[in-house]
């Protein structure tokens, strides 16, 4: 069946540190592939989205790009801040519902 | 517009009660779907309501249930409680739902349940 894979964490980085997380999928046929924020006693905000291969998703200095043929959808950012700190999902579209992975807790530090 | 709102934001209830958990979608949403959120099991997907019709279900036991009204606001109930109930509850709408695989859903702050 269809299912998402996601590096777990807690990943710890410094201000304007490079960011990456990433994500591989197992789908038949052509998902969409998300990215799915939750900060502390919050639900879920979409971070991101892209819905066919070689599509690349931006938002707030985030990427992520749909890659058939390693079957992932890495997300990346070039510098990040204190104020990304929270828990990133990657998540995939299969028949209207969403298929997460188990989240990657990102901690900025000053 | 205003977004997915969930009542109550928490709760909490004793082993054998029941609960009634709210979720009123984004205007114009038909499709309202629910989830659960553990420390162990991550985000699981519960059932998808679209028109009054539950469209899609998750691998849940028969106590977990819901419905939806005809202004698509929804509502799922949790039978017998059971200690491993405990979590948040999430509630995300859109526009088709499972009629559309790349719509985006828009997530409600949810409901936290605590059993004891």
């Known amino acids: 069946g269809n299912s998402v894979t996601q590096m777990e964490g807690p990943v710890t980085l410094s201000e304007e540190a490079f960011l990456t997380i990433n994500c591989t999928y197992t789908?038949?046929?052509?998902?969409?592939l998300f990215w799915y924020v939750q900060y502390p006693g919050e639900g879920l905000q979409l971070l991101l989205k892209?819905?066919?291969?070689?599509d690349k998703g931006s938002n707030k200095g985030f990427e992520a790009t749909y890659r058939k043929e390693t079957t992932s959808f890495h997300l990346e950012k070039g510098s990040v801040q204190v104020s990304d700190s929270a828990v990133y999902f990657c998540?995939?579209?299969?028949?209207?519902?969403?298929?997460f992975g188990k989240g990657t807790k990102l901690s900025v530090k000053p | 517009k205003a977004g997915v709102t969930q009542t109550p934001r928490y709760l909490i209830k004793t082993r054998g009660q029941q609960v009634t958990l709210s979720c009123s979608p984004i205007?114009?949403?038909?499709?309202v779907s629910w989830y659960q959120q553990t420390p162990g099991q991550g985000l699981q997907f519960l059932f998808e309501?679209?028109?009054?019709?539950?469209?899609n279900k998750g691998n849940f036991p028969g106590r977990f249930s819901g419905r939806q009204f005809s202004n698509s606001r929804s509502e799922m109930n949790v039978s017998t409680l059971e200690l491993g109930d405990s979590a948040l509850y999430l509630c995300?709408?859109?526009?088709?739902?499972?009629?559309?695989?790349?719509?985006?859903?828009?997530f409600g702050p949810g409901t936290r349940l605590l059993v004891l």
């Open positions: 998540a995939l579209g299969s028949q209207g519902n969403l298929i």
């Open positions: 789908a038949t046929g052509y998902p969409s």
């Open positions: 205007s114009g949403h038909r499709s």
């Open positions: 309501y679209f028109s009054e019709t539950q469209r």
């Open positions: 995300a709408s859109s526009l088709a739902g499972s009629g559309n695989s790349q719509e985006t859903q828009y």
């Open positions: 892209a819905t066919k291969a070689d």
